[in-house]
C-alpha cells in the first residue's frame, strides 16, 4: 500500500515525494465513555493503516479515495508550522468500523511532515488539529494510540494527566470489529445527551463511568497475569453496563453480541465507540477466527496490535 501512495502521488502531481509516511488505526479495548471524563482507556493500535506520500506545493491538496481530508491536513499543518503540501494517500482501513481513519490520516501527516517530533507532542497537535478540522471536541485516546501503539502491546492512557504506558498483549489473540451494520450520524443520536448527563453525575451515568475506569484497571491486571477467562468477563460486563446504565447499546447489537459471546473461543465481546449501533469488539483465540467470523453472523475484521506512525 506504500507503493500504491507513491504511485498516486506520481499520478496526481508528477515527480516524486519527497516524504513518505503512515499511521495505524486503533480499537479501544476497553474503557469507553470515560475518555471525556478524564478516565483510563486502554486501547491498541492494529494493522490496518493509512499510507501517504507527500511534497511542498503551492496549496494543500490530497489526491485519495476519501474526500474533504484536505482541511485535516491544513489544520495539521498549521500546528506544526508546515506550509502547503501535495499529498497522495491509501489506506485498508474498512469504513463504517469505527477504527479511527481520521486520527490515522492526522498522525500520518504529522509523522510525514515531522519526523523527530516526540509521540506524545504529535498526539496533541492532531488532536487540535482535528478539533480545529471538524467543530468537535475530539478526546486524545485515538491519536496516542495511533502515534504511540506498539506491536504486541495495549496502550494504557489517563486522559486526565495523559500518563500512559504499554501492556503485553497476547499474540495469539485477535481483536476482532464487527459491523453492526446500523448507520447513523452522531448528531441525530442522545450521544451527546449522554455524555451531559455522565458530566453532569446523573448516578446510572456516574455508575458506568465509575465502574469502568475500574474495569481498566482489572483488564490490565488481567492481561498482565495473562488470565483471558478474566478479560473476557470484564467485556461482558463492560457491554452490560453501557447496554444498561450508560444505554447506548441497541437491540440489534445486543443480539450480535450475545451470538459473538456464545461462539466457541470468543474471549468476550461488547459495543464499541459512541453506541447506538456502530461496531462490536470482541477477542477471539486465533484458531478460532474463522469459525467466529462465519457464526457470528455479520461482517468481521481481524487484527492483530501494530506499531504507531512511522515516517520515511
Known sequence: MRSEAEDRFREAYGGDPRWRSHAPGRVNLIGEHVDYM???????????????????GKRWELASDVKGGERYLEAVGAELGAGPQRVAATHDLPAGFGMSSSA????????????????????????????????????????????????????????????????????????????????????????????????????????????????????TAALEADDRARCGQLLKESHASLRDDFEVSTPEVDAIVE?????????????????FGGSILAL?????????????????????????????
Open 38 to 56: 478524564g478516565g483510563l482507556v486502554l486501547p491498541a493500535a492494529v494493522d490496518r493503516f493509512v499510507w501517504l506520500a507527500g511534497a511542498p
Open 104 to 219: 490515522a490520516l492526522l498522525v500520518a501527516t504529522a509523522a510525514g511532515l515531522e519526523p523527530e517530533l516526540d509521540g506524545r507532542e504529535a498526539a496533541l497537535a492532531c488532536q487540535r488539529a482535528e478539533q480545529n478540522a471538524s467543530g468537535v471536541m475530539v478526546g486524545v485516546m485515538d491519536q496516542f494510540a495511533s502515534a504511540l501503539g506498539r506491536r504486541g502491546h495495549a496502550l494504557l492512557l489517563d486522559c486526565s494527566t495523559l500518563e500512559y504506558r504499554l501492556v503485553p498483549f497476547p499474540a495469539d489473540v485477535k481483536i476482532v470489529v464487527i459491523d453492526s451494520g446500523i448507520r447513523r450520524e452522531l448528531s441525530e443520536t442522545p450521544y451527546n445527551q449522554r455524555r451531559q448527563e455522565a458530566e453532569a453525575g446523573l448516578p446510572k451515568r456516574k455508575r458506568h463511568v465509575e465502574s469502568e475506569i475500574e474495569r481498566v484497571r482489572e483488564f
Open 259 to 275: 451470538r459473538a459471546w456464545a461462539t466457541p473461543g470468543c474471549l468476550g465481546a461488547r459495543i464499541m465507540g459512541a453506541g
Open 284 to 312: 477471539v483465540e486465533a484458531g478460532s477466527v474463522e469459525r467466529f467470523a462465519g457464526e457470528v453472523g455479520a461482517p468481521t475484521v481481524v487484527c492483530s496490535t501494530a506499531d504507531g506512525a512511522f515516517a520515511t
